[in-house]
Every structure is written in structure tokens, then in C-alpha cells.
């Protein structure tokens, strides 16, 4: 099976500690707050993949010529990114470009908060499989073959001192670094502990189980659960951050997903109760004893 053409490659996927390490048998890099992707490049055409493996390559314009800026075919796996004028990733305006599909205002936005893609690594060049390599022989590979621009760039990274790094982007407000084993495989798809995130504050994916609506019919409030041995847990609530775009996404979803039962006791009757299967992604400071979260911010809808 030739991974070019077959274009159907799952993201090799990260676990999760608390805190950070020092590791000579790591690399650290930074964790970018953007939306994970795949690029396959050839010699005339780029084509841009999410995790749900959806074309979205028309969403991002000013990242159709990437394929210009590698000096062969090849298949990067790496992070769409929006940047603030400091340098700094902003992950609300990438994802208001996310959910876009008027071309008009696509390009438009491709003008004003233009998305680069970051790529961390490669996993096929020229016809032949890279994924059972080394990861430092890939980033090597990655480093050689990719010129920088504009548009696309390389991620960069720092051996073996994981702590001083990661406090430097507590200092900094970053999300966090990454750290990822020097001589692990690629392994397509799966979550393995040669992968490992470290946070400065916690993402995690709910399940928006109900909406209450103020009185401009408006959201004040996401009613949240996960799910544990297929039972909904309730979770709590969250009303900061969520967009005008993001709510008629939900309000619509809302319309045509509503259910008699209530998924959760003693909470507000007015609250409307939708079908549990829209996801977001909660970012919150730390869980409370009961289980809820502390200082929630909702950071987004996870349409991949």
C-alpha cells in the first residue's frame, strides 16, 4: 500500500502527564494550540488532510502553493496554526477559519489572519516509507527537505532539558511542550507513550448534553458530560468564549436535536436537552473535588 496515494493516514497520537522531565532518550518541542494536519505534498499540488482525514485544503488558500518549499514529494504530518502579531499561536482565530465555507470570505480572511502550517514530521519522501525510521533520522530527513517560508516551517526542538523548557513557556503563557522518544517509530493512528504532552493548563473534550438560552434567546450556558461506561457524566457548565459563529452552530444542531429526558438531575428546568453527540473542547485551570472544573473556558467544537 503506497501511503502517497492511498491518502488515508490517522494521526500518530499523544498521551498525557502532569509534569515535566528531563530525558536524554527525548527530544521537547513546543505544543502548538492549532488544528493537527496532513500535508501531502507533490511537485505541483498540495493537499491538506485533518485528523477525520476531510480534505481541507480550500479552506486554507494561502497554503496551496506549499509544495513549492520541499525539495521532493513527500507527506508531512505537523499543526495549522494562526498566529498573533507577537508570534504567539491564537487558536480562536484559526478555528473561526476552520469553520468557514463561503469562498468569498475564506479568502478574505486568508489575507487578514493568515494560517501557517508547522510540521513536525515526515513520514514519507520520495516513494518510500519513512515511519519505521528513528524519529531523529526523520526530523533529519524533515530538516533537509523542507526550505522555510512564509507558510510553512519546522519545528523546532531541544534534547534531553524538558523542565527548563517547559517552565519557559509557563513564563511565557504557552500551552505547553511536547516530548516524543529519539528513536521511536511512527505509528499511524495509535496512542503510545513515545508521545507525551505536557500542559500548562488542561484541554479536555466534553459532550455538550443540553443548552440554557438567556433572554435574547441567546447561549448563557453549555450543560457538559463525558462519557464513562456508556453513561453521561455531568461535568458541569461553561459560557466564556463562545462565538457568534460557534453559536448558531450549536443553536442549529440544537433545533433538530432535542430530547424529552433530561441527561442530568436537579439542574435548571429550562434547560433544553440535545442529543449527546456534538464535542467541544474545554480548556480549565484544574478539575474541583467534585469533579467539575475550575475557571472553564470554552475553546472550541471538534468537527474532526
Request: hydrophobic share 40%; glycine share 4%; proline share 3%.
Amino acid at each position: 500500500m503506497d501511503l502517497f496515494e492511498n491518502k488515508n493516514i490517522s494521526p500518530m497520537l499523544l498521551n498525557s502527564v502532569s509534569s515535566p522531565f528531563d530525558d536524554k532518550n527525548y527530544i521537547f518541542e513546543l505544543k502548538l494550540d492549532g488544528i493537527r494536519c496532513i500535508a501531502y505534498l507533490d511537485k505541483d499540488k498540495t493537499i491538506l488532510r485533518n485528523k477525520r482525514n476531510k480534505d481541507v485544503t480550500e479552506i486554507y488558500p494561502e497554503l496551496k502553493n506549499i509544495h513549492k518549499f520541499v525539495k521532493h514529494r513527500c507527506i508531512l504530518d505537523g499543526e495549522l496554526v494562526a498566529l498573533n502579531s507577537d508570534g504567539t499561536p491564537n487558536f480562536f482565530a484559526l478555528q473561526k477559519r476552520s469553520l468557514m465555507t463561503d469562498k468569498f470570505k475564506i479568502e478574505l480572511e486568508s489575507e487578514k489572519n493568515k494560517v501557517n502550517f508547522v510540521a513536525y514530521d515526515i513520514l514519507y519522501l520520495k516513494n518510500k516509507d519513512l515511519t519505521t525510521l528513528p524519529l531523529i533520522e526523520r526530523k533529519k530527513l524533515l530538516e533537509e527537505n523542507i526550505v522555510d517560508s512564509d507558510f510553512i516551517s519546522k519545528s523546532r526542538y531541544i534534547f534531553e532539558n524538558g523542565i527548563e523548557f517547559f517552565n519557559l513557556t509557563k513564563k511565557l503563557g504557552l500551552e505547553g511542550i511536547v516530548a516524543k522518544k529519539v528513536d521511536g517509530k511512527y505509528v499511524i493512528g495509535k496512542r503510545t507513550s513515545e508521545w507525551i504532552k505536557i500542559k500548562n493548563l488542561i484541554d479536555e473534550d466534553l459532550i455538550i448534553c443540553g443548552v440554557l438560552l438567556d433572554e435574547n434567546n441567546q447561549i448563557k450556558d453549555l450543560i457538559l458530560g463525558e462519557s464513562k461506561n456508556k453513561k453521561l457524566t455531568y461535568r458541569g457548565k461553561v459560557f466564556l468564549n463562545i462565538s457568534k459563529e460557534v453559536q448558531k452552530i450549536i443553536l442549529n444542531f440544537a433545533k433538530k436535536s432535542k430530547v424529552a429526558t433530561p441527561h442530568f438531575k436537579n439542574l435548571n428546568p429550562n434547560i433544553i436537552w440535545i442529543k449527546p453527540s456534538l464535542i467541544c473542547t474545554i480548556q480549565y485551570m484544574m478539575k474541583t473535588r467534585d469533579g467539575n472544573m475550575r475557571q472553564p473556558v470554552f475553546k472550541g467544537l471538534r468537527l474532526d
